[in-house]
């Protein structure tokens, strides 16, 4: 056999051996430019993806499952991508691995697992499911409990499927067909590359285990302000940096509720708060996840679906209504 055929022979085989399956979703909609990003530089990579993503934007609704209440969509999805009357779920005309579906992050993420991979793609092995790029970042308890990003992947993981969020700084909810770009120095592309720079490390360190992550856990990755079409990047950066972080810890923040007596009405806006800084489990010299906002870092936070207290802490809060408890 030719050399050139030898090496054609081991790349084929590599690929395979290292190719896996993966569930990509979000909460901004299948059209936005961050995940379509993602999907293709993944399948670049020689990875399976099935995309499954909300037809409309769905973001803040955390785990909620909605699902559609038609067999038509009652109004048109974003971008008018597809318009109203279309089927509440369908795939591109010229790639049956990318679909929309009329629900929740959650729901889609649902759809995938027991509809759509089931029906079209033989029952194929999930081997990591993925949520994002979010457009714009979901940071510390303060977006874990209200993010449709991190809402899918929480679910992906209760049903035991590894899971990882991913959320940037680049909030601008656009079109994939009018910004979908090559532009490395663009942020949809800095995010998905960093995000399979992420997923090709854990795959390569996950070898004869099963699973890429253990059971019951995920990652919460988040990007800082970074590429050339961020205007609010504040910091001069070209690439990111992976740190270790967690959701509370300094400079964690939470929402509150500000009056405006001029127009006489309510917005929210962050705030520091005690309470989220205050470290009950895990390594609590780490920083919180809110350290991206002004630095060239990706944060990873691992988190566990198991949000049980430690029995000593149980038992002292038991402890104080222990009288009623048989």
Same mark, same amino acid.
């Given at each position: 056999?030719?050399?050139?055929?030898?090496?054609?022979?081991?790349?084929?085989?590599?690929?395979?051996?290292?190719?896996?399956?993966?569930?990509?979703?979000?909460?901004?909609?299948?059209?936005?430019?961050?995940?379509?990003?993602?999907?293709?530089?993944?399948?670049? +990579?020689?990875?399976?993806?099935?995309?499954?993503?909300?037809?409309?934007?769905?973001?803040?609704?955390?785990?909620?499952?909605?699902?559609?209440?038609?067999?038509?969509?009652?109004?048109?999805?974003?971008?008018?991508?597809?318009?109203?009357?279309?089927?509440?779920?369908?795939?591109?005309?010229?790639?049956?691995?990318?679909?929309?579906?009329? $629900?929740?992050?959650?729901?889609?993420?649902?759809?995938?697992?027991?509809?759509?991979?089931? !029906?079209?793609?033989?029952?194929?092995?999930?081997?990591?499911?993925?949520?994002?790029?979010? =457009?714009?970042?979901?940071?510390?308890?303060?977006?874990?409990?209200?993010?449709?990003?991190?809402?899918?992947?929480?679910?992906?993981? =209760?049903?035991?499927?590894?899971?990882?969020?991913?959320?940037?700084?680049? $909030?601008?909810?656009?079109?994939?067909?009018?910004?979908?770009?090559?532009?490395?120095?663009?942020?949809?592309?800095?995010?998905?590359?960093?995000?399979?720079?992420?997923?090709?490390?854990?795959?390569?360190?996950?070898?004869?285990?099963?699973?890429?992550?253990?059971?019951?856990?995920?990652?919460?990755? !988040?990007?800082?302000?970074?590429?050339?079409?961020?205007?609010?990047?504040?910091?001069?950066?070209?690439?990111?940096?992976?740190?270790?972080?967690?959701?509370?810890?300094?400079?964690?923040?939470?929402? +509150?509720?500000?009056?405006?007596?001029?127009?006489?009405?309510?917005?929210?806006?962050?705030?520091?708060? +005690?309470?989220? +800084? !205050?470290?009950?489990? $895990?390594?609590?010299?780490?920083?919180?996840?809110?350290?991206?906002?002004?630095?060239?870092?990706?944060?990873?936070?691992?988190?566990?679906?198991?949000?049980?207290?430690?029995?000593?802490?149980?038992?002292?809060?038991?402890?104080?209504?222990?009288?009623?408890?048989?």
């Amino acid at each position: 056999m030719l050399l050139s055929n030898l090496i054609t022979v081991a790349t084929t085989l590599i690929t395979s051996a290292t190719a896996k399956n993966i569930l990509l979703t979000n909460d901004d909609g299948w059209a936005a430019t961050n995940i379509r990003a993602l999907y293709r530089d993944l399948r670049a +990579e020689g990875h399976n993806v099935v995309m499954v993503a909300p037809a409309v934007q769905m973001s803040g609704n955390g785990g909620k499952i909605q699902l559609p209440q038609d067999t038509n969509l009652p109004q048109d999805a974003l971008f008018d991508y597809p318009p109203a009357g279309s089927p509440s779920w369908g795939h591109e005309v010229d790639d049956m691995n990318v679909w929309y579906f009329n $629900g929740t992050p959650a729901a889609c993420v649902m759809a995938g697992l027991d509809y759509i991979i089931p !029906n079209y793609f033989n029952n194929m092995t999930i081997d990591l499911v993925l949520s994002g790029p979010n =457009e714009g970042d979901n940071m510390g308890e303060r977006d874990f409990v209200l993010s449709g990003t991190v809402g899918s992947i929480y679910y992906a993981i =209760e049903r035991g499927y590894p899971g990882i969020a991913l959320s940037g700084a680049n $909030g601008n909810n656009s079109f994939f067909k009018d910004n979908l770009s090559d532009d490395p120095t663009q942020a949809p592309n800095i995010n998905s590359r960093k995000t399979v720079e992420l997923v090709n490390a854990i795959f390569d360190k996950q070898g004869d285990n099963p699973r890429a992550l253990p059971f019951s856990t995920g990652l919460n990755v !988040n990007f800082s302000p970074i590429g050339s079409d961020i205007t609010t990047a504040t910091t001069q950066c070209d690439d990111l940096t992976f740190i270790q972080t967690r959701m509370t810890g300094s400079n964690a923040q939470v929402y +509150e509720i500000v009056y405006n007596s001029t127009t006489n009405l309510v917005s929210s806006t962050s705030i520091l708060s +005690e309470a989220v +800084e !205050n470290c009950l489990a $895990g390594d609590c010299s780490l920083p919180s996840d809110f350290v991206v906002t002004d630095a060239c870092y990706a944060s990873i936070t691992v988190f566990s679906i198991d949000a049980d207290v430690s029995s000593t802490l149980g038992g002292d809060i038991l402890s104080k209504f222990d009288s009623i408890i048989s």
